[in-house]
Structure formats: C-alpha cells, structure tokens
C-alpha cells in the first residue's frame, strides 16, 4: 500500500479525522471512571498460584493476619520506654488503636483480640509449685519508676516477647496490629499518625510505622499520586526540548496530543476490559509517552528539514511519509513485539501491562501516520512562514550547530570505523564482567528514598528488634492411622520400658492382662485408650506406695501411645523444632524465630518456681500437654492457636527477618532446605513456606525469569521481522547490533555499581528492546535508500549524517531529557525509570549513530555486494 494513498484521506478530511479521534478519545476515556486499584504485590501471582493458595490456608488455619507494627523508640531516657511517660504514651495509642476500621468499609478494621502491646499481653509467672498466673503486663499505665522497670523485667524474662514485644536494650518497644485486610495499612497509618501527633513527646519518644502492608499500600497510594505529577512533569520537558528544536508551538502541539490520546485510549480500554489498575498496569503512561512521541518527533524532524526546499505542506507531508512509513511502521511493530512478549510471563499484572502497552504503541503509529497530516493540513499556511532549518544556498545541507557536530561525527565513523569497533569490543567485555556481577534482589521497602519515613522506620525497627519482616514455616506431620492391634502391641512395648522387676514382676502380668481383655473388647484404639486408662487409674488408686508411682509412669506410657499422633505434643519433636529454630538463627537473616516449643518451655519454667533450669522441653508428652493446658487458663488461650494447629498435626513456627531482601529469604529458604536434609525429623513431617515475604520472593522470581524468557522470545521475533524488512538475515543481524550494545552495557552498568536487578529494571528490559531497534530500522533503512542514489557508503554517510542523523538525535535528546524529572520522584521506581530511560536513548543513539556506521563501513563489500555487482 502506498504512503501517500493511505495517508490521502486524513490530508483531504482533517477535521474529519481529528472528530473521530476526539470522539473515540472521549468514549474510551470515559470508562477511567470506572477503575478499581489493586496495589496488593500478592495479586502478582494468580488466585490458583498453589504458593498462594497454601499461604491463604495458613493464614486461615492459624488465624494469621498482616500485620503494622508501631515502634516506639526512647534513647534520651536512661530506662529506655520503660518510664512513666513513655508507657503512657504506649497505653493511650494501644488504646486508641484496637478500634480503628476504615471509614468508607468497617469490615476493614484492626483485629482487636490479636494486638500484641504491653496491655494485651500476659505476664507468665509461677504462683507456687506446679501452679503458674496469668496476669496483664501492663493492666494500666505506671506511675512510678518501680513500676515501669517491674513491668521491663518481667518482658525481658519472657523469651516470646523479649526481641519481638520489646528490644533486648530496653530503648524500644513495638506494637503489632494485624489487620482484616492489606489496603487499610495506608489508612491505618494515616490515623496513627494523626493520634501520635496528639501525644507529649518532650521526654524524647519516636514513633515510626512500618511493615510490608504499610509500605505496600503506601507505595500504591504514592505511586498514583507521583503518577499524576510526573506525566505532565515529563511532557512540559518534552514540549520544552520540541520548541527549542523546531521553533513553533503550532507544530510540536501534536506528538503531544498524540502521546495524550494514545495514553487515556489505552488506559480506558484496559480498565473497561474489567482490569484493575495496579503498580504495573499505572506505570503504563510513563512507559507509552515516549513511544508515541518518538515517530511524530521523525516526521516533524523530516518535515522542519525538507519544507523549506520543498514550500509546499503537502508535498512535502507525502515526501516524508514516503521516507518514514515504512520505517515506523517496522519501529513500532518491533516495540509492541518487545512488550507483547511479556504475556508469556507467569504474572497475570504483568501479563496486562504488555499487552497493554503493546496495543498503545500500535495506537500511536496509527494515529501518528493519521492526525500529524491532518494536523498539519489544518493548520494556516501562513502560519509555517519561517519554519525549517537553515541551509546553505541550494544544498540539502544545514548551518546549525547539532548539524556541524553531527557531519563531523559522520566523517569520524567512517576514518575511524576499525578504532571505533575495537573500542567497542573492549566496552563489551567490561560489559560481560559486570552482568556477570548482577544481583536479583528486590524489597517493597527499597521502593521508598532512603529518607522516607517508611524506610527510615524499617531501618530503625530492625536495629532494635527482631524483624519486622514475617514469614512462616509450616510443618505437617504425617503420621498414619493404626489398627487396635498395632496400638495395643505399641503401648506392650512402651509398657515393658517403664515397669521395673523384669518379665516376672507381677505389675506387668497385671497390666498385661488387663490390655489383653481390653483389646478383645475395643472397636478403635480411641475406646481401647479409654477403657484401659480408667482401668489403670483404679488400680494406681488401689496402689500401696511403693506400685503407686509404677502405676503412674504406665499412664504416661499409654498418654504418650495416645498423643503420638499429635506430633507437636511430643518432646521429641519439640526439640527438634528447638534445634530448627536455633539454625534458623544462624543464618543471619533472622533476627528471631517463635513457636510452640517456646510456649512450652516458658510455661514449664513457671511450673517449676521459675527454676531457670526447668527452662527446657519437658521429658514426657504428659509434661508437655500440662504446659499447654496451663497456658489455655491464660487471657488469651487462642495465642496458641497461631503457632500449633488445635489437633496438635501442624505446627507454624513464625519466623522475623531484619531484612525484606528477597536474597535474604532466599538464604533462609536454603539453610532450612540443607537442615532437613542433614537432620532428618524424629517423625514424618512435611514443611511448606508462607507469609508476604515469602510470596515476595516467588512472584519476584517467576516475574525476572518469566522477563528473561519473554525478552529472549521477542530477541529472535525481532530479528526475524528484521530479516523480513531488510530481506537479508545480515542487514537484520545488523539491526539488532545497537539493542545488543545498548542491553550489554545498561545491564552490565548495574552489575558494575551494584544496582539491584529488580521489578522496574527487568520491565525497562522490554522498553530497550522497542526503543534501541526504533532508531536501527530508521537509520538502516535510510542507509540503503541513500546507497542506492549515491553507490558508495563514503558518499552515502554524508547524507546519513544530515536529515536521518538529525531526526535520530532531536528523539535521544528531547526522550532522555524530557523523563528527568522522574529522577525527583521521592519513589525509587520512578528514579530508576528517568535515569533508564535517559540512558537507552543515549546508549542506543550513540550505537546507532557511531557503531553501526562504523559496522556498515568495515563490512561495505558484503552488505552491498548485490549493488556492487
């Protein structure tokens, strides 16, 4: 189809054409009004995601929510938080906190029965032998010093709640609220911190707010906002750098609007299709605006080039369509491609974004190669008077000062081109080592500035406590159902171990006998374990002395028999998640660890007048299930449930990080894998990971591997629409020369300075690809147009570096310039786009321009061999 043709509609009906585009613009635009926003990372992966899905189970059987945590930090006072006012602050913001819902959804609400806080925990304390008391740390507020450091010592003395209630240096004190749902964290710290704003301070309490919720939802909250700040931002530097370029406002007025409508068709059709906006799918205009101005920017380079020779607008719009439509037509089905290829990933958000993006990139081709002619048509003609570059005389050869340096570059490339080659060997290299050096690593809290309130919390929360950063190990046990036969043989056996006297001791015939008649008569182990235990308390009831404790010790053979399938109950198993715990520890990533066995031994200190070594698993599974009954009379008896399941098969072992670095979980996840493997349990059990750092690390995993695939895939699309274009594999191996340069030394850059492979940076991937090969096509292209008039590459590169070189450049300044002020966005994303998207453009232009005209003169005898002929 000719350019001219298919373009001579909206040249002949610009009006026309410009109604349909306000039209269509308005109705797409309309269903914004629509949006619903996500911000939850969870949603990252797919509600079936079998990660997901078990990590929902967990929170449903333990009873576990997200949680805020509320630091309160005193360094000033010689007894930490632990005085009079501190505590007071502490009570009155607990207080105020229990309560809290959203306003506009009640059902979104602090869950009240499991805040952890000075006045909602139990101190447990021993009230003689065998018996232990429950009693509020702190029922009300201290009035005196006494009371405050009591009411430290006892914390302190409580090892659930030293380094998770309270810092082991007495400087800090937390507060956990866990909360029904993630998206009322921004709310929630909204509302704390306007109480916190209400409380005396001058004794030198600090209050910080942090938590993966919070700053997963504020993240969301911010992002929007910088959203709505940064767009407009980037496009008044755009309209800034256009104007210096070309002079008139009349003219640069239409990639702008093309850039806008491109943007609000794209993101209604993608909320009106029924998709919620999340963190990927809001980034979508920073990634669409410069694509869609980068073709309007060549035609109007073109189009300020050739009017002034040509004076006329029409021939002149057909002139530079005919030169351009092919090449942007390729650019821009090259670019979606790149973003197109990310619905092969495993994360449906990201799935959105490029298709998404991909269907803006198309739109903006059309509308370029539409409404830029019809605009130009419906502008005056005495209104272009002065427009266009200077030149010299008749020539085709332009006085500026980006058209000298640009001539001079031209004669570089081509003197030079071996020199300019080597150098780039050496820089690819250096490139190699530094990808070599990348680490894939991301933290939701890394999002922020380093001085964000929201990071500069989590920095000082994890110096203090554990870790304010959750995950759950989860053990199943796997015991299996056995026969009343199989029961009474092993409860033979654990009889036999305990009774004194040998074979002949007439205790055992006794209790042989006995569990001989009650086995003949017992339908399930369940009747055998009741029938045969009242029978053994009637005959230790009947007991002199000396048989009474014999008797005893058989009822905890045959108890034990009857927990063993409560594996979580057995003292063996608890040491075993004791010793678990103690290497959890040592893998430097967490700061503490809590589970049932902590519970259990804490308890049966206390029921041995605190006796500091009865601090320890009790011997027996009956000593241990005394323990758990004794913290059931507790204020809060369903603690328990969040760490132990209540038929005692599962166990939840809740694990504090310091650091919500996916390599830090990782490490764990793999000190764990290598401990079970060397220690093998004492029982049958499975373990399975849960909690948001967790997921963190899954969805961030399967997004960079899904990214890698997706960019690999769209690597050899790309090199075969190129083959296609140029009709020859070489030319298309060409092409992809300033892409590879361009992902070779951006990607070995942050290897180098130890920039973290993240969310942001691996969908930039996918931008590079679009981009880089955007400005290959135009100069390729042109390359041979040119070679075909001139016969030679020395006089084809003089006319390369004139208009072509021009256009290509005007797009990497005005592109690269025009996005840095993204880089005074308080958020890190945005940060690390503007200086990404400054350094594509540069990177990729400076490959174009010098390293392929340096490829093309070397290698000129082979890629032009059929025009030679």
Known sequence: MAPSKFIGFSMKRPKTVTVIMILATLLLGSLISTVHVDTDPENMLSKEEAVRVFHNKVKQEFSLHDVVVVGIVNEEHPDGVFNPATLKNIQSLTEYSLNLSSEKDPQKRVVTQNVIAPGTVDNIEQAGMGQVRFEWLMKEAPTSREGALAIRDNAMSNPLLKGTLVSEDGKALCIYLPITAKDFAYELRTLLLDNIRTLDTSNGDKFYITGLPVAEDTFGVEMFIQMA???????????????????????????????????????????????????????????????????????????????PSIGDRRKTLEHVMDQLFMPMFYTSLTSAAGFLSLALTPIPPVQVFGIFVAFGIMLAWLLTIIFVPAYIMMLKEESLSGFGAAVHGNKNVHSGFLSRHLRWLGKLTYNQSKLILAATLMILIVAAWGITKININDNPVKWFKKDHPIRVADKVLNHHFGGTYEAYLVLTGQGRDMSVSETAALINEQINNVIPGGENSPIREDAA??????????????????????????????????????????????????????????????????????????????????????????????????????????????????????????????????????????????????????????????????????????????????????????????????????????????????????????????????????????????????????????????????LAVDFAIHFLERSRMVYKKTGSWKAAIEEMFEEPARAITRNVIVIAIGFTPLLAAPLVPYQTVGVFLASIMAVSGVATMIILPALVATFEPWLFKKSNK
């Open 513 to 770: 006998l006995s569990l001989d008649e009650m086995q003949k008569t017992s339908g399930t182990p369940e009747e055998l374990f009741r029938k045969l235990t009242g029978n053994f308390e009637e005959k230790m009831n009947a007991a002199n002395d000396a048989d009474y404790e014999v008797w005893g010790n058989i009822l905890d053979s045959v108890a034990q028999v009857k927990n063993r399938g409560q594996i979580f109950k057995q003292p063996e198993m608890l040491r075993y998640i004791e010793k678990l715990q103690a290497s959890l520890v040592e893998s430097g990533a967490v700061g503490k660890s809590n589970s049932v066995a902590d519970v259990v031994k804490k308890v049966y200190q206390e029921l041995y007048e605190a006796n500091p070594e009865y601090y320890r698993i009790p011997d027996t599974s009956n000593a241990v299930a005394q323990s758990l009954i004794s913290f059931q009379n507790s204020h809060k008896p369903d603690d328990l449930w969040h760490l132990v399941t209540p038929d005692y098969t599962k166990a939840n072992i809740w694990v504090q990080l310091k650091s919500g670095d996916n390599q830090d979980m990782e490490k764990v996840i793999i000190k764990m894998d290598v401990f079970f493997k060397e220690n093998p349990p004492p029982m049958e059990i499975e373990y399975q990971w849960a909690g948001l750092t967790y997921l963190n690390v899954v969805w961030q995993d399967k997004m960079v591997n899904g990214m890698l695939k997706s960019f690999m895939s769209s690597f050899v699309v790309v090199f075969i629409m190129m083959a296609f274009l140029f009709r020859s594999p070489l030319w298309g191996l060409l092409a992809m020369v300033p892409l590879s340069v361009t992902i070779a030394f951006i990607y070995g850059i942050i290897g180098i300075i130890g920039k973290d492979y993240d969310m942001p940076v691996a969908v930039l991937s996918s931008l590079t690809l679009g």
């Open 229 to 307: 700040v940064s767009a407009p931002l980037a496009m008044l530097a755009i309209f800034i750098l256009m104007f210096i370029f070309f002079k008139k406002i009349n003219m640069i007025i239409s990639p702008l609007i093309i850039a806008m409508v491109s943007v609000i068709a794209t993101m209604g059709l993608l909320i009106g299709a029924g998709n919620t906006l999340h963190i990927m799918s809001s980034m979508i205009p920073i990634f669409l605006m410069p694509i869609a101005v980068v073709d309007s920017i060549h035609i109007l380079s073109e189009f300020f080039d050739r009017y």
